[in-house]
């Protein structure tokens, strides 16, 4: 079995959100609660929520862009987080984030050849010649080449996202994190974006796609995350398993409203209060305290964190392994 290239034990971010004046208390906001990951060569995860749910917050955890307030994070054999960003710096290459607003992350002077280039030089190592022929060979795999010269004023959106993948696919990392790479694309770039990042990730390389698109989490990944308020509900294959959690289900269901209506839970599942289960001696369960995840039958893959299936198998210590 191959080594994991991410560990994750636990893991917690609160934030502190001041009030409007000086004098207005402080209020403790919870965005990620003891949350447990593994991820081995190969894996393709999708992290999954409505916004809100700590879903970027989980993703930037990981790669030490927001420091936790408690658990820890393992990237390989190197606990990543407590570490100086100095220390970070020798691995930078190794571990890449593709950011939602690639406008953010472009510079207007530079060409999308010159992007690429610098990020081989100060990253990669590479010289200014090695820097431009390699820039040049990714570019063109993802569909750009002719577009080398273009400056990012001069791109379309989906061509922007692309030179941001190109960036990240160039230096062949073990691990890439994308925030929802496809956002405010129409659907046929979206199918683009997605198949180049994809496509063209080393093998042994590990993904984590946060997204709200749940078409592309079934059909470009092979393992998903759901989150609620912080906490991990679901974790199951792809295209294998189908959710079982009443808020995973809507979440997947194209025709479903905004969720929840009636707003999450302050205690106890945070769902509880538009589950079509929680009724009767079950209510009463999940207003008491939030449930831990349950493996689904005999599915190694697949748990969730809700009462209804409980009492099938004892709860899992770590979520997605």
């Known amino acids: 079995m191959s080594a994991p290239i991410v560990r994750i034990k636990g893991l917690q971010k609160t934030f502190i959100q001041h ?3 000086p004098w207005s208390p402080k209020r403790t906001v919870e965005a990620v609660r003891g949350v447990d990951l593994t991820l081995g060569p190969g894996d393709i995860l999708a992290l999954v929520g409505q916004s809100g749910s700590g879903k970027t917050t989980l993703s930037r955890l990981v790669l030490g862009l927001e420091e936790p307030t408690g658990g820890e994070v393992w990237l ?3 606990r990543w987080d407590g570490l100086t960003e100095r220390e970070r710096a020798k691995h930078r290459a190794r571990y890449q984030y593709v950011p939602q607003d690639p406008m953010a992350a472009l510079d207007p002077q530079q060409t999308a050849l010159e992007h690429v280039m610098e990020t081989l030089r100060v990253l990669g190592g590479r010289s200014r010649d090695q820097a431009r022929v ?6 063109s795999r993802l ?9 990012p004023r001069q791109m379309s959106g989906g061509e922007q996202r692309r030179v941001t993948l190109a960036r990240v696919l160039a230096l062949h990392p073990r691990l890439v994190v994308a925030d929802e790479p496809t956002s405010g694309l129409e659907p046929d770039r979206r199918e683009e974006v997605l198949r180049d990042l994809i496509g063209n990730l080393p093998k042994d390389a590990a993904c984590i796609l946060v997204t ?18 912080g906490r991990v509900i679901e974790t199951l294959r792809a295209e294998e398993d189908e959710p079982a959690h009443p808020y995973s289900r809507l979440l997947f269901d194209p025709w479903s409203a905004d969720l929840p209506r ?8 945070p769902f ?3 589950c079509p289960l929680a009724v009767g001696d079950l209510a009463a369960r999940c207003a008491e305290r939030a449930p831990t995840l349950t493996r689904m039958g005999e599915n190694e893959h697949h748990h969730v964190a809700c009462y209804h299936h409980a009492d099938r198998n004892p709860p899992v210590t770590e979520a997605a392994s």
């Open 143 to 151: 569909g750009l080449g002719a577009r080398a010269e273009a400056l």
């Open 134 to 139: 390699d820039g040049l060979a990714m570019l």
């Open 262 to 269: 009636n707003g999450l839970a302050p205690a106890g599942c």
């Open 76 to 78: 390989e054999d190197q």
């Open 19 to 21: 009030g409007t004046f």
């Open 272 to 274: 509880r209060l538009d």
């Open 212 to 229: 709200h698109d749940m078409s592309a989490a079934r059909k470009w990944t092979n393992r998903t995350m759901v989150m609620l308020d």
